[in-house]
């Protein structure tokens, strides 16, 4: 067979080609543009932030110096404007660690509803929530209250509200959600340390002790779970076991508070010497520590020495902190019977607000380690989830 080809048929496939290399070059062109263009926006915003970052230099420069200035005027403190400055700025973070938190929280609590009402459920949570970063808690968590009914099974939500009354010290309330989230998510090392907690302020030490060891074999030692555990032997006089779970508090978060704890023990037991070995360290760590620095005074008397106590007494009294329990007894009551109601209340272990009741700075400590506990253990799930 002979086939013929004409002769235009080779210029055609000439200029195929031709047209092909003339849109490849068209796009390579295009694409330079772009990335000129975006190399120019990128310049622009390096430029942006450096002098926004030499604004703030500057700014600060400025403030140092009117600060410099008054300070040379006797008319502020630095020291005390710069300790403040830093709280603010710690404040600050804290706040929006807290509101990234509550946000990580609420996408939870949707995730978690299984009904069909879902749209009535996510305004509720939704109204909550915004209410609460507008700083209007109370309102809010009564709108989080009334999302239970419509998703009674939600373990997110229901420890959520445990934690919230957890905080604000009632514990009745507190018990209830967090004993429903319990039933739903028994594993979950964050509710068995606060459900641990309420129930030994709530007099059920039994169930208390076996929800603070539960959590620390799950989440690790901390000194929340350890000092409720002390705490509860102290009430049932098991010495040895109250000395080391104060020791497992101690080392789960070396304190002015573990030291002082581990102080106040030994010195019902007569333990001076250590009592004293702990108490200082509490007051290196805490200079105005008044309740450690009152116990120091009770083991001088103890020791007759008098002089030496009462120096402890009037450093005491000229603290930044009193407890009411210290202050009130204090001239009412001997010695040793006003030390031991600012160590511990010895009453039953069936006793309610066991673990918060009595001395504040401990019980503040206590609820505040607790706490930040469960942000910790929030943020590693999201983690884990990402």
Known sequence: MIIV????????????AVSSEEHLLERISGLENRQTRLTEKL??????????????????????????LLTDDGIIQNDRLERLWIDRCQKDAEEQQESERR?????????NYLGRARAAFEQQVNEGFLLIDDEQVGRGIRALQRATSQCPHNAPLLSFLGEHFFKGGKTNKAQDYLSRAYEIAPADKRVQLLLGLT????????????????????????????????RLFVAEEEWKEAVHEFKLALASKPSPEAHYALGCLYYQLSRDSLASRHLRKA????????????????????????????????????????SS?????????????????SAFRMSSSRSRKLITGGDRRLAEALRQDALNTVSSADQAADIERR
Request: glycine share 8%; aromatic share 6%; proline share 2%.
């Open 325 to 341: 329990s210290v202050s009130r007894n204090l001239k009412r009551q001997p010695s040793d019977l006003a030390g031991a109601v």
């Open 199 to 230: 129930c030994a302020d709530e007099g059920d030490a039994e169930r208390a002790k076996e929800l603070l060891r539960s959590s620390t074999r799950l989440g690790g030692s901390t000194f929340a779970a350890h000092f409720g555990l002390g």
């Open 43 to 68: 310049e622009r915003a390096l430029d942006l932030l450096l002098r926004q970052a030499q604004n703030s230099h500057f700014d600060r420069a400025l403030v140092k110096a009117l600060a410099g």
């Open 283 to 322: 007051v290196e760590l805490d200079a105005g520590y008044s309740e450690a620095l009152h116990l120091l005074g009770l083991i001088s008397e103890r020791a007759g020495a008098r002089t030496q106590a009462m120096a402890y007494f009037e450093k005491a009294g000229t603290g930044s902190f009193v």
């Open 103 to 111: 946000e990580v929280l609420r996408l939870r609590i949707l995730a």
């Open 5 to 16: 080809e004409p002769p235009a048929a080779r210029y055609e496939i000439v200029e195929s």
